[in-house]
């Protein structure tokens, strides 16, 4: 048992590390793309060469794309402050090398982003006021500069070593013709999602070498390769019966057009020794690329049959194309064999089974503890950092459902995670400060959401106490949370029809507001940016509600709530929110506005959709406090 506990943490280990290094590349691709085509476009061997245009090659390669990865990875640690840390720290690594210095960038951006991230911590408080801005360019300056000589004179000359030592021992491997036998830690790393830590921390440094010599790289092709996928899922759609049969058509799609590789996982792991038959496949793939002399320009991302042609240079497209080809053929001759093998005894349990798995592997499990039974369940609780915002309308949009499904009986309150009381029996929490939360309440059952609001916690929950006799409730009055201090919010704290701007400055307007309205002191509107960069704000249907860490509680005067509509949006990541609410709350005074908006985003959505361009202040305060007012 407890090998098995090492074992997996190993593995959740290597995935973080594998995530990191792909969370500095990924953001990065398009320019590592920009760069492999104006490389298999212009230069001397290329489509279209053109001495002119051929410039770009070598000062994208030996500055842009380092300089990316470095601020990527500072940014990941500090925000944008690091970020740029990251990027000066990285001029040091790349003056004076010969070669792309990616491992360098990938060393010294998350290395300043972390001095920096030290150093604020370090002042923070002690800064006095009015020099903010003066402290903060300055020590961005001598730690850039301090960073970028210690990264010119010891850094460099330790990567180029290192680099050194690394080709070596790929010249020899190329050179023995032992390449293919990569494919036997390829393949099974990447049913284990160990691929981006192979791919981006290994592969792809190599690659961007190799091409810049020779306008090509097999190692691009090491690991994108979608033929060993597609040649196991065309076994199971031809021999295979069920589920499995029906849905490999679809998987096939998704894998060898769209390039996402994990649709294919679930497939080996019902089946394990279909190991064999993708790594065969690979070993196949990685011979003929060898052979024929296969290459791309660039790394594929994804790994779709598309991206492949896409960066194949000119002359290489035979190689290529016969490399996926054969890697197809091979991997479905070996898994057919398995396949109608077990065909007779295949239950479509076994592939929800081992998409479960998946998801486990992944390290998406969304829950952890001892599960409580529908019968025994009495008390849930939210929680988050602060206990002012997300939490409790997490909290409000629960009840709601619940008490809407007649089930009253069950305690739902929300707290920061300081304030868990030992009773709670499940806990709800952002899958970001898991960790935390755990350490407070080991005894609880956690659930893990990426979202307070949209999530799957209803339905766990309903499932639970389906067998259980419900009681009877009144529901006609669910969404009917009438504020009583109508200082909470006032329509003058209400503003519409403003200009898009940056997130960051989104959030100062809303805690300038919350400032000049009474509600908090100077420094809780730097603890809005805070939490911001910890954990996003953004709960769903285009609105988000920027507060302030726990630790800013004391910079709080009284709770209010302030409403800044955008209606081009600000961009919140990968969502856009419209509605920009800012809340400083105290002793829970606030919570009915959160309730009252918890039940719009669940019932209104129309409505919540027409306060986004709305100019009618009235309307936005009606529906947020529930008043004719």
């Not at 497939?267 to 296969?294: D, E, H, K, Q, R």
């Not at 809303?510 to 805070?530: F, K, Q, T």
Request: hydrophobic fraction near 50%; proline fraction near 4%.
């Amino acid at each position: 048992m407890n090998e098995n506990t090492s074992n997996g943490n190993i593995q959740v280990k290597i995935q973080k590390f594998g995530r990191f290094l792909s969370g500095m590349v990924m953001p990065n691709i398009g320019a590592f793309i920009a760069w492999g085509l104006i490389t298999a476009l212009f230069i001397p061997t290329g489509w279209l060469p053109n001495e002119g245009l051929a410039k770009l090659v070598g000062p994208m390669i030996t500055f842009l794309l380092p300089l990316l990865i470095g601020y990527t990875g500072g940014k990941a640690v500090a925000g944008t402050r690091g970020g740029v840390l990251g990027a000066i720290a990285t001029s040091g690594v790349i003056i004076g090398a010969d070669i792309p210095m990616f491992i360098g960038a990938m060393i010294m951006g998350p290395l300043a982003g972390w001095v920096i991230k030290k150093f604020d911590q370090i002042v923070e408080g002690s800064v006095p006021v009015g020099f903010e801005m003066l402290v903060n360019n300055f020590s961005a300056g001598i730690i850039g500069g301090i960073l970028a000589i210690i990264a010119y004179t010891g850094v460099g000359p330790v990567v180029l070593a290192l680099n050194s030592v690394i080709r070596s021992g790929v010249d020899i491997i190329v050179t023995a013709g032992m390449l293919p036998i990569a494919s036997l830690f390829i393949e099974p790393g990447k049913i284990l999602f160990l691929n981006n830590a192979m791919n981006h921390g290994i592969l792809s440094p190599i690659g961007i070498q190799q091409a810049q010599e020779t306008g090509k790289s097999i190692f691009f092709l090491l690991e994108p390769n979608p033929g060993p996928g597609l040649g196991l899922l065309l076994a199971y759609w031809v021999f295979a019966k069920g589920m499995a049969k029906d849905s490999a058509p679809g998987a096939i799609i998704i894998h060898f057009l769209g390039g996402i590789h994990e649709i294919y996982f679930p497939y080996v792991l019902m089946n394990p020794i279909l190991l064999l038959a993708v790594i065969a496949g690979g070993m196949s793939g990685v011979f003929t690329f060898v052979l024929l002399g296969g290459g791309l320009v660039a790394t594929p991302a994804p790994g779709s049959i598309f991206a492949i042609l896409a960066l194949t240079p000119k002359g290489v497209y035979f190689a290529n194309i016969a490399g996926v080809v054969v890697s197809t053929v091979v991997s479905f001759l070996v898994a057919s064999v398995f396949v109608k093998r077990s065909a007779n005894q295949m239950d479509d349990s076994e592939l929800e089974a081992a998409k479960g798995a998946v998801s486990e592997l992944k390290g998406n499990k969304n829950t952890s503890g001892t599960v409580v039974a529908g019968s025994a369940l009495k008390k849930i609780i939210y929680a988050c950092d602060a206990g002012m915002g997300s939490s409790a309308m997490g909290a409000s949009a629960l009840k709601n459902k619940l008490k809407k499904a007649g089930y009253t009986h069950v305690s739902i309150t929300n707290c920061a995670i300081e304030d868990i009381p030992a009773d709670a029996q499940i806990v709800v929490t952002h899958e970001k400060l898991s960790a935390r939360v755990q350490a407070k309440v080991p005894q609880a059952e956690h659930i893990f959401v990426k979202d307070f609001i949209q999530n799957q916690v209803y339905d766990i929950i309903s499932a639970r106490l389906a067998g259980l006799e419900k009681i009877a409730a009144d529901v006609n009055n669910t969404s009917d949370t009438v504020i009583q201090d109508q200082n909470l919010l006032t329509k003058n704290n209400i503003k519409v029809g403003l200009t898009s701007v940056t997130k960051a400055e989104a959030i100062r307007m809303a805690g300038r507001m919350l400032v000049d309205s009474g509600y908090a002191e100077e420094p809780y509107v730097e603890a809005m940016i805070e939490r911001e960069q910890d954990i996003s704000t953004y709960i769903g249907r285009g609105i988000a509600i920027p507060h302030g860490v726990s630790s800013a509680k004391n910079a709080i005067k009284k709770s209010g709530l302030v409403v800044l509509q955008f209606p081009d949006g600000i961009d919140f990541g990968e969502e856009t929110a419209y509605l920009i609410v800012g809340i400083a709350g105290k002793d829970n005074e606030h919570l009915a506005i959160l309730a009252n908006i918890a039940t719009a985003l669940d019932e209104y959505e129309s409505k919540v959709k027409e306060l986004y361009t709305t100019k009618d202040k009235d309307l936005i305060y009606k529906l947020f406090t529930n008043t004719n007012a």
